[in-house]
C-alpha cells in the first residue's frame, strides 16, 4: 500500500528499514525491535486502492503511494494499536475479517453477525472524531449540586449557583461520513455475498479515554457503539468508482489536485499530520 522505506529517528537522520532492523543508528534504540519490525511491515501497493484509501484525497493516496518517504515511529503509534486489536479480536467461530474485491478496489470488513445481521468495524480513535461520530454537543445547565461561585467573574457573581456543561446527543451534529461511506461499501460486498445487513455499527475504543481531554468532549466511557446510517447504494458506488478513477488517471500522469478541505480536515492535516 505503501512506499514508506524507513524511519525517520529522534535524532534527525533518516535510515532505511532493513537498516535500522540489523543495527541502530543511534546510541540506543527508540522503541523495542519487535515493535520497528512489525511497523516496518508495509502492505505493497499493487495497483488496486482500498476502500479505506479511497476515502483520502486523491493527491495524498497518490504521493503514499508513489513517493519513497521516512515516518517517525511515534507518528505510527496509532496505526500500530489499530493492528495490534484487530488481530486479538479474530475468532474462527464468527465471519471476521473477511476480505472483499471488485474490479477496481478491495476491502475488508471486521465482524457480520448472521444472529442480528449486523456489520460492525472496530475502531481505535480519538475523542473528537467520537465525539462527532455521536453528534455529542454541550449546552450550559446550573450546577445541580447547587454549588456557588466563591468570586466573581466574567458573566458572574459571587454567591451565583455555578454552570456546568451538560452533553446531550444532537442527531444534527452527527459527522461519520468517513464512517459511514466505509461500512456502506462494505455492506454492498456483503449483500453481494447473499447475506442481509439489517444494521450497521461501528464499536469505537477512545485512544485518549479516561483522560481530560475525552472528558472536555463529552466522553465518559472508553468504548462506544455508534449506529452507522444506511446511504443510497448508487451514491455509495458512484463516490468510490469516482475516486478510483481519479486515482487511477492521477497516477498515470503523476500529478493530482490538492485535497478538499474535508479531505484535509480543514487543513490541519497538510499542516500537522500528513506523513509525505
Known sequence: MSPQIGFSCPDGD???FEDCLKKCCMKNRCLSLPTLKKMSQQRIWEGVP???????????????TTKDF???????????????????????EF????????????????????????????KTSGGYKVKKA????????????GERYKTSGKGYKKGDIKKINEWYQNPNEIDAWEWELQLNRY??????????????????TIRDG???????????????????????DTYVLDFFNKKAKALKLATAIGWAETCNDRESWGGKRCEKYCSI
Not at 476502500?51 to 503514499?64: D, E, V
Not at 468532549?217 to 444506511?230: A, D
Request: hydrophobic residues 35%; glycine residues 6%.
Open 95 to 122: 465471519i471476521m475479517e473477511k476480505k472483499c474485491k471488485s474490479k477496481n478496489m478491495t476491502g475488508t470488513f471486521d465482524f457480520y453477525s448472521p444472529e442480528t445481521k449486523t456489520l460492525w468495524d472496530y
Open 70 to 92: 521516512y515516518q517517525s515511529p511515534q507518528d505510527m503509534a496509532f496505526a500500530l494499536l489499530g493492528t495490534k486489536f484487530h488481530a486479538s479480536l479474530e475468532d474462527d
Open 210 to 232: 479516561g483522560t481530560i481531554v475525552a472528558t472536555k468532549y463529552g466522553l465518559k466511557n472508553n468504548i462506544y457503539i455508534i449506529p452507522i446510517k444506511r446511504l443510497p
Open 14 to 16: 533518516k535510515i532505511k
Open 134 to 145: 455521536l453528534g455529542l454537543i454541550s449546552r450550559k445547565i446550573s450546577d445541580p449540586s
Open 50 to 64: 482500498s476502500t479505506t484509501q479511497l476515502i483520502n484525497g486523491i493527491r495524498y493516496i497518490l504521493l503514499t
Open 187 to 204: 455492506r454492498l460486498w456483503v449483500e453481494e455475498a447473499g447475506y442481509k445487513v439489517d444494521s450497521m455499527k461501528i464499536e469505537a
